[in-house]
């Protein structure tokens, strides 16, 4: 059976899962070029085939939904599951499924889930989850966005936070808010947050619950959107964070950083502890927080975790699919995604450039230049790990400096590192660890000044492992044997505030509107450069 899953909120996607096996996968904004895109209008039209079944999904159910519904029907044929009231469900099953766990917990932390009765939305949700389809929740919380409005007494009933107004990744947003950041781009608190001091603060947390009384919603940084913010902090947002005079942004974000984390860790223990059982997997939003996902497992050695890549609602298409598939078939083979590389569709690389071999790569990047690699299918998830890759040498003092302002990104955010599987302990401490192959967790540096162009300021750093059976690990070989060093700093082949490159076209053009010396195809052994090179 095909099923063909939409996600059409922001991050929208669709996906087909095939007898169980993921066949498709296509984010709208990587067609678009508009970051965080709805509505996957152009990822669409590379549908193929007979499809049976339609999974649609989304947090926020609006005008355009039964439109958009309306038209599938009668593009497809075939009948529309709604989901749209099962959003941690869609989260859960994707991580569930691709964790290759038989029995699992699964932590869903999130900012906006399901919408409920118009009165609140799901915050966190634990589930106890077995195959083939058995996902027992065990606790949820929900923050309300409406205190007018009574909400189902039987739903409130299992929360311990709805008559709150706050949420997890609500008190995070806080610091979000703060600098002038939309809600979804928690990830620039995260990399500020390290320049902040552990000084005295107000508690976020009280008596296992968000103290609502420190916070307040409004229309702080865009006019069609509400977000939180403290209410001692109102008239303090800022659009950049300056240089100089950063601690009171970094400190609050250092504290949001904290207090949510050590949140989570307590409610990981508490589940674990009352279950016994010690397989985890972590998803939705908050998921993609690399420290705090290194915090868990520093302090909890005895948990297997899995930390899904692809844990922004992105993936709920790829989730919702899963989750019909296996109601439609029980089967208990493990079919979850085993490789990041699964965004797009085929297709033939034009014949442009020049020669470009491994050596001249490696001589280039010895030269000091930046190096995109454009390979293959693209990474699904938002990190890249070498198929659409900006790549430097990590050895440079300064190679956050020049890589930020080629990608226009702000001054305190850090870049991280890939590196080969057999090199992993030689340069971090791996908390256990003999790989981190998606990049969901931050590793304390072991020399620093050896590698200082990667190393953030307080001696972490975000990792890739990788194998020589890939081209960036072939990178990593002849870069090592040359220079003695098996690390380069790896980043995202994009802008700011742009979807990453999808089609050859698009790596050009980035190339071309951009600082980046040089541009690689290595499939066809080709590469453009500057003509200052």
Known sequence: MRILGISPAHDSSIAIVNDGKLECFLKEERYSRIKRDKLPWKAIEHVYGKINKIVYTTPTVSTQDAMFKAILQKKFACPIIDMSDQHHLCHASLAFYNSDFGKALVFVIDRNGSVINNVMREAETVYQVEYPYEFKTLHKNYWVFNRGADADSETLKHSTTADSYMSVVKVYETATTLIGQNPLENGKTMGLAAYGKDTPYKQFFVDGRPNDTLFVHDYFVTPDQTTTLMRD???????????????????????????????????????????????????????????????????L????????????????????????????????????????????????????????????????????????????????????????????????????????????????????????????????????????????????????????GVVHVDNSCRVQTTTSHRTIGLVLELFKKKTGCGILLNTSFNMAGEPLVETQEDAINTFNNSDIDVLWFPEIGKCLKKDTL
């Open 301 to 452: 050695p005895d948990v297997n975790f899995y930390f899904e890549p692809m844990a922004d609602d992105s993936g709920n298409s790829i989730g919702a699919a899963m989750y019909q598939s296996r109601l439609h078939s029980g089967s208990h083979i493990m079919y979850g995604v085993k490789t990041p590389f699964i965004h797009g569709v085929s297709s033939k690389l034009k014949d442009v450039g020049e020669v470009c071999l491994l050596d001249d790569v490696i001589n280039l990047l010895e030269q000091q230049k930046t190096v995109a690699i454009f390979s293959g299918f693209a990474e699904g998830g938002q990190r890249a790990l070498g198929n659409r890759s900006i790549l430097f040498d990590a050895r440079n003092p300064n190679a956050k400096d020049i890589v930020n302002k080629i990608k226009k990104r702000e001054w305190y955010r850090p870049f991280a590192a890939t590196v080969l599987e057999e090199d992993f302990e030689q340069y971090f401490y791996t908390l256990g660890l003999e790989k981190s192959a998606h990049m969901t967790m931050s590793f304390k540096v072991k020399n620093p000044d050896l590698i200082p």
């Open 233 to 299: 902090h109102i008239g303090k947002v800022v659009s950049d964070v300056p240089e100089i005079d950063y601690e009171f942004y970094a400190n609050h974000a250092y504290q949001v950083q904290k207090q949510t984390q050590e949140y989570v860790l307590e409610m990981i223990k508490y589940w674990v502890n009352k279950t016994g059982i010690k397989d985890v997997c972590i998803t939705g939003g908050y998921a993609l927080n690399v420290v705090a996902n290194s915090f868990y497992v520093e302090n």
